[in-house]
């Protein structure tokens, strides 16, 4: 379905929630979305259909069109708002990417969360953002239920129908079929490939204390095994996305990897064993912004994780990070990450974090040579 499909009323009635609500789950195909004009069955390289708007002239990122410019962002609190969706429109990215607490659910009422859905979906700015440009999304925490759930979480299966109606996933896609949201794709022609992994670290994660004590599971089984395939697969630039900050383990009021410091190894470990290369983790969650960075961590090269969150929201603390790269931003009015591409000899990915004017107030930059094993 294409940005230009969007339907004139994305409202939802209230009979159609109450009703919806009584059957335990409500269908939201009708509302605004964005993210299935990208979806396409299994985990296959992406056959976008065209698209209007975004940069004039500008092919849409495919097989054979490489990603330039990608934006990303979690933590939309409000989602009548959202200043900051205009801001991101502007900077003219290929590419949109919803990193989790897209909505605040924080509920078990289906149709609660539909009414959040229909919010987000009926906001002005969402809806130009969508057509402006393709997007992908995972969840977190409050988009998948309630705020820190893993697979305690009762309706998860009637959640996950919500978010794949919302995001316009195909009827053929993979995750109609299979447990989670997890998903990969790849975009761009050889040497110009950009491989993006959503991870689900929801659906199937154990209690976050039995983590600590090294017990439990972030991914479940079936999703490391599809992780430890799909980064064998051929890419130059790979973004591997986490609704929780992999790399800082320092801050345990909030949640990261290193609740499961098993699994953040076997993370790490997979990376390397795979001789995975171009390896760049995105993370949100925060409500701030931070460059983190772990020596050496993938093999023969380091662990970025570059932590955009706050859409609309920030945390006045300093909170505390050892591995943290430069400082922490925290201001109000927002912000969001953007990843650049130059896709050169030796090609580079410039990380930044843009504040609610726009202008880069983070910012690094890796050669693909840094990112070898």
């Known amino acids: ?18 009703a919806g609500a009584a059957a335990g789950v409500v269908a939201v195909t009708g509302l605004a979305a964005g993210g299935g004009a990208l979806a396409a069955p299994g985990d296959k390289k ?18 054979d069109t490489p990603i330039e410019r990608l934006a990303f962002g979690a933590c939309l609190y409000n989602s009548a708002r959202g200043q900051i969706l205009d801001v991101i429109r502007e900077a003219r990215p290929d590419f949109m990417l919803w990193m989790g607490d897209n909505i605040y659910a924080d509920t078990e009422d289906m149709a609660e969360m539909a009414r959040k859905y ?34 305690e979480y009762a309706r998860k299966k009637e959640s996950k129908q919500l978010f ?8 053929t896609d993979i995750r109609r079929r299979r447990d989670g949201i997890y998903i990969a794709r790849t975009f761009g022609p050889p040497g110009k490939d950009l491989q993006l992994i959503l991870l689900d670290g929801r659906t199937f994660r154990t209690s976050r204390y039995a983590g600590r004590k090294g017990r439990g599971t972030m991914l479940g089984d079936a999703q490391w095994g599809w992780l430890e395939r799909t980064l064998r697969e051929p890419a130059t630039i790979r973004l591997l996305c986490s609704g929780i900050q992999v790399v ?49 961590a993938l093999g023969g090269y380091d662990a970025w994780d570059l932590t955009a969150a706050g859409l609309d929201q920030h945390e006045k603390e300093q909170w505390a990070n050892a591995r943290r790269v430069g400082d922490v931003y925290n201001e109000p009015g927002g912000k ?8 050169g000899d030796d090609p580079t990915v410039h990380l ?22």
Request: aromatic content about 8%; charged content about 35%; overall charge positive.
């Open 1 to 18: 379905m294409s940005g230009d499909d969007l339907p004139r009323d994305s409202g939802i009635s209230r009979r159609r929630l109450l």
């Open 46 to 63: 992406a056959k976008p259909q065209p698209k209007k708007g975004g940069a004039k002239g500008k092919p849409r990122p495919g097989k």
């Open 118 to 151: 229909a919010v987000l979906g009926d906001n002005p700015r969402f809806r130009k953002l969508w057509k402006a440009c393709p997007s992908m999304a995972m969840w977190d925490d409050h988009d998948f239920g309630k705020n820190n759930a893993g697979r």
């Open 164 to 171: 794949l109606d919302f995001w316009k996933v195909r009827r």
């Open 248 to 296: 800082n383990t320092d801050y345990d009021r909030w949640e990261s990897w290193g609740d499961f410091p098993h699994e953040r190894e076997r993370l790490f470990r997979t990376i390397r064993e795979a001789r995975a290369e171009g390896v760049v983790i995105l993370s949100g969650d925060m409500h701030h912004a931070e460059l983190s960075r772990d020596p050496g």
């Open 336 to 343: 969001f990450g953007m990843v650049r591409f130059d896709w």
């Open 352 to 373: 930044e974090v843009r504040d609610r004017k726009g202008e880069v107030v983070i910012a690094k930059s890796l050669a693909r040579s840094e990112l070898r094993q």
